[in-house]
C-alpha cells in the first residue's frame, strides 16, 4: 500500500451517477459561460459570471414556460446555504433573495446547490431525509441547467465542442 495515498471510504450517500451528471454539466456550463463572455476577470483569474447571463436572458428566461417550471421547482425546494452559527458549529440557513432579480436568484439557488455538493456536508451525517432531497435537488439544478442551455446559441456551441472533445 502506498503511504501517500488516503483511502477514503465512500460516505457520499447521493447516488453516483446523478452526483456526477450534475458535476459535469455544471462544469461544462461554466466553461462555456467563460468562453462565451460571460467572465469577470480579477488579477490572474477568470471565473463564470451567473449575474451577467442572468441579466442578458432575464426577460428571455421569464418567458420560458420550461424555464420558469424549472424555477419554480428549484425555489421550492430552496436549497439551503452552509455558515458558521453562534456556537461556532457548521449549520444550514436559507438562502436570502436579496436584491437579486428572479433570474439571478433562481442562478443563485443553482449555484448553492453546486456549493454544497463540492464544499458542502453532503455525506453520512446528514439525516436520511435531507438525502431524498438532496437527489431533487440535483435534478432539479439539472433541469435549470438544460433551461440555461437553451437560452443562449453560444453556450451551446461551446458545450456540444466539450462533448464532441470528449468522445
Same mark, same amino acid.
Given at each position: 500500500m502506498n503511504t501517500n495515498e488516503i483511502n477514503f471510504p465512500n460516505l457520499l450517500l447521493l447516488p453516483e451517477p446523478l452526483a456526477f451528471e450534475f458535476f #459535469?454539466? *455544471?462544469?461544462a456550463f461554466e466553461s462555456a459561460l467563460k468562453r462565451a463572455g460571460y467572465r469577470t476577470e /480579477?488579477? @490572474? %483569474?477568470v471565473s463564470?459570471? #451567473?449575474?451577467?447571463f442572468g441579466a442578458r436572458y432575464?426577460?428571455?428566461a421569464l418567458q420560458s414556460t420550461s424555464f420558469m417550471h424549472a424555477a419554480r421547482v428549484l425555489e421550492k425546494l430552496n436549497p439551503? /446555504? =452552509? %455558515? +458558521?452559527?453562534? =456556537? @461556532?458549529e457548521l449549520d444550514w440557513r436559507t438562502v436570502q433573495r436579496g436584491k437579486d432579480s428572479d +433570474?439571478? *436568484? &433562481? $442562478?443563485r439557488l443553482l449555484k448553492t446547490i453546486r456549493n454544497n455538493l463540492f464544499h458542502g456536508g453532503k455525506y453520512a451525517?446528514?439525516?436520511?431525509k435531507e438525502i431524498a432531497r438532496d437527489e431533487q435537488l440535483l435534478r432539479a439544478g439539472i433541469n435549470l441547467l438544460h433551461e440555461c442551455y437553451k437560452? @443562449? %446559441?453560444?453556450?451551446? *456551441?461551446?458545450? =456540444?465542442?466539450? &462533448?464532441? $472533445?470528449?468522445a
Open positions: #459535469w454539466k *455544471f462544469a /480579477c488579477k @490572474d %483569474t463564470s459570471n #451567473w449575474d451577467k432575464g426577460e428571455k439551503l /446555504c =452552509q %455558515t +458558521v452559527n453562534e =456556537q @461556532d +433570474v439571478q *436568484f &433562481v $442562478l451525517s446528514r439525516p436520511m437560452l @443562449d %446559441t453560444r453556450i451551446q *456551441f461551446y458545450i =456540444q465542442e466539450i &462533448v464532441e $472533445l470528449a
